[in-house]
């Protein structure tokens, strides 16, 4: 666990450097379109280092969300299909990179949509669910992007605050609890970030 170790001082050191809040957005931004890892250690890293900026951090966490649920969603109205029913050469190259993302559950997705709608975007949003499945699946079916607009921003920004308002209000004995337990939460980490995988298809 030495590298996770090694990683987690790494990202706390973004707190004091004017690059932080930029590594934040660029990291929360793909998130939501494209890559597989969440944004929530970053911020929580940045917050223990710097607990004034806690709210300032969860806003640039959920505005950055939503941007980048608007580029996920674009990514499938736009460039998802090579035709009505066959996958374009970017959207297999999807289905390769994102983990647990298969032909399969995109489809099963679309019948999420039409029993759940909204609540399956907020689901998404504030949970450890894989985002990017729902908002490039929003766009490629052509589910109301002020919907998703919508279920973004309250579940984003429900789940960063919330995320920001615990380390700002418990810093420093979560930041004690982090350094005691370290191992162990990044395994917990990594079983939680397959876990949203798994989730989705229990639920489908």
């Given at each position: 666990?030495?590298?996770?170790?090694?990683?987690?001082?790494?990202?706390?050191?973004w707190a004091n450097s004017p690059y932080g809040a930029i590594a934040l957005f660029i990291l929360s931004f793909a998130e939501a379109s494209f890559f597989p890892i969440p944004p929530d250690p970053l911020l929580i890293a940045l917050i223990l280092g710097m607990q004034s900026k806690a709210f300032r951090y969860a806003g640039i966490c959920t505005i950055s969300s939503v941007l980048g649920a608007v580029a996920g969603y674009l990514i499938g109205h736009y460039i998802w299909w090579s035709s009505p029913s066959e996958f374009s050469s970017?959207?297999?190259?999807?289905?390769?990179?994102?983990?647990?993302?298969?032909?399969e559950l995109f489809y099963n997705v679309q019948g999420m949509y039409e029993k759940w709608d909204f609540w399956v975007i907020f689901t998404a949003g504030f949970t450890p669910i894989p985002f990017k499945v729902?908002?490039?699946?929003?766009?490629?079916f052509n589910i109301s992007v002020i919907m998703l607009?919508?279920?973004?921003?309250?579940?984003?920004?429900?789940?960063?605050?919330?995320?920001?308002?615990?380390i700002w209000k418990y810093g420093e004995s979560i930041k004690a609890f982090i350094d005691k337990y370290f191992n162990l939460l990044a395994i917990g980490f990594t079983v939680l970030l397959v876990g949203g995988f798994v989730l989705i298809k229990y639920l489908v």
């Open positions: 666990m030495n590298i996770f170790r090694k990683l987690y001082d790494w990202v706390l050191s970017l959207a297999n190259f999807f289905f390769d990179i994102i983990p647990g993302f298969t032909h729902f908002t490039i699946s929003a766009g490629a607009l919508v279920a973004s921003l309250i579940s984003r920004g429900a789940r960063f605050f919330l995320v920001a308002w615990l």
